[in-house]
């Protein structure tokens, strides 16, 4: 049998933690614990290095704790600098407090991992078992595949944007909570994604939620399940969301419009790593780390009432802030591009460009949809193009693109309602009633609204848009 060793180290007074967590290793009974007591009192460089690397020559150790009672930067940012020189495997910190910030600082320092109280074996025992199975030299030839999975769909490369992405890798190696904050469109699934495919988990499903989607009244079923009968329909026991995500991550987006119900069985869920089936007596435990995600202020949505602050605090263990795409326009043209090589492709277009005043358009714009407003408009803009060069005609920007923001509700509604209805159309291929029925609407309204606003049907048909032939290599111009 396999001996681990796990190296303790305490930095606390009291004892308490390390005695907690040595009992929780120590319940499978081939790990094998090495403690110390330590203290954080000033000593030399030198004299800790050597004093730490003997530690780690005489254990072993598969994983390294360091347990602090609040988070020692300067003290603890010397530990990591000796830990680091004596090649240590991975650490994990072990916390009694913490703010957010210290967290991401301590994975920049070089923690594999981050837990806080309270300290159980649910919540411990699989991410050692992560941890020690990822680091295993043998387990790893994935890891490029991960990182095309994780990180090629999040493209930029202004200050803003970088300054998030690359604490994205150092996030996904722990098994913290992480609240991912951002106006809508700015890629805060493309984000969750990326974390999780480059974790541990990345074998494991990744279920993304959009709780403002889910009716009120379905939340906790979808969320955590029912057994047969809990419920006048329920001729059947149907698994949860939580169930579907066990061992893997679930994407909560939009968390403020969980009903307040629902946030607190979730904050149990988070705590205790166990809920309860809707109509069932038994409870079920589930291993799942918890991406969060909302676009609007969450300091605001707490003192609304709309976000319990408890949920919010176990929620925000890691903060992530998307920049939105006014804040990082030296991107656009990177973006665009991206975009158009994309739907070019999947249009069978030729080679298309953008023209000079097309890029100018898309610089100014306001982007209030940010990024996926971005990526729909020259989806839209390929599969309509008459000729190679996208001009600022083509890319259809009310007020040539600058400051455009709707003057009054009524314009907001009548901007919807077009690119609503052109979209519908271009998905369908021109054909109305196709377009009618996934709107939800008979054929008369909805020609109604493609007569009042005076949208040429004929553009959007499959048969009136000039795709290149296989014996033809340039396009027809208008």
């Known amino acids: 049998m396999i001996e681990t060793n796990f190296l303790l180290l305490d930095f606390t007074q009291s004892g308490n933690l390390s005695a907690t967590l040595s009992g929780i290793l120590t319940s499978i009974s081939w790990w094998v614990i090495e403690l110390q007591q330590m203290s954080l009192a000033d000593e030399g460089l030198t004299a800790l290095n050597q004093r730490l690397t003997s530690l780690i020559e005489n254990c072993n150790p598969s994983v390294v704790f360091l347990i602090f009672p609040e988070s020692p930067m300067k003290q603890g940012q010397r530990i990591f600098q000796c830990l680091n020189r004596a090649q240590a495997p991975p650490l994990i910190v072990v916390l009694e407090a913490g703010e957010p910030d210290e967290v991401v600082a301590l994975l920049e320092f070089g923690a594999a991992d981050f837990i806080t109280l309270p300290l159980t074996a649910l919540d411990i025992l699989p991410r050692v ?15 490029m595949l991960k990182e095309q999975l994780g990180l090629k769909e999040l493209i930029g490369e202004s200050d803003a944007f970088r300054m998030v992405i690359k604490n994205i890798p150092r ?81 909560l987006d939009e968390i403020d419009c969980l009903p307040l119900l629902a946030q607190v069985k979730l904050l149990r869920f988070l705590q205790e790593k166990e809920y309860r089936p809707l109509g069932s007596a038994k409870t079920k435990r589930a291993d799942v780390r918890v991406i969060a995600a909302a676009n609007v202020d969450c300091d605001e949505a707490v003192r609304n009432g709309r976000l319990r602050q408890d949920l919010y605090y176990r929620l925000n263990v890691i903060p992530l802030r998307l920049p939105s795409l006014r804040e990082r326009r030296e991107d656009i043209p990177l973006l665009a591009h991206h975009f158009l090589a994309k739907y070019a492709a999947k249009f069978n277009q030729p080679t298309l460009s953008f023209s000079r005043n097309g890029m100018e358009l898309l610089l100014n714009y306001e982007w209030p949809g940010n990024v996926r407003e971005l990526e729909h408009l020259v989806e839209r803009a390929v599969a309509l193009a008459e000729r190679e060069v996208i001009e600022g005609d083509d890319l259809n920007l009310p007020d040539n693109g600058i400051n455009n923001y709707p003057s009054s509700f009524c314009e907001a509604k009548a901007r919807f309602e077009r690119a609503y209805v052109e979209d519908l159309l271009l998905a369908h291929h021109g054909n109305i009633t196709k377009a009618a ?12 609204l493609i007569r009042r606003h005076q949208i040429d049907v004929n553009r959007f048909k499959a048969d009136n848009r000039s795709w290149p032939s296989p014996n033809r290599t340039k396009r027809h111009t208008r």
Not at 208 to 232: D, Y
Request: glycine share 10%; aromatic share 6%; charged share 20%.
């Open 129 to 143: 078992r992560r941890l020690l199975k990822h680091t295993d030299k043998h387990q790893t030839p994935m890891h």
């Open 437 to 448: 029925q996934a709107a939800h609407k008979n054929r008369r309204a909805f020609w109604e």
């Open 171 to 251: 996030i996904a190696r722990c098994d913290a909570s992480v609240m991912i904050s951002g106006e809508t469109g700015t890629g805060k699934e493309l984000c969750a994604r990326a974390i999780h495919y480059l974790s541990p988990r990345a074998h494991q499903a990744f279920i993304p939620v959009n709780c403002g989607a889910i009716p009120t009244e379905l939340v906790e079923n979808e969320l955590f399940g029912h057994e047969r009968g809990a419920f006048t329909t329920a001729i059947g026991a149907q698994s949860g969301l939580i169930a579907e995500a066990d061992g893997g991550t679930l994407f």
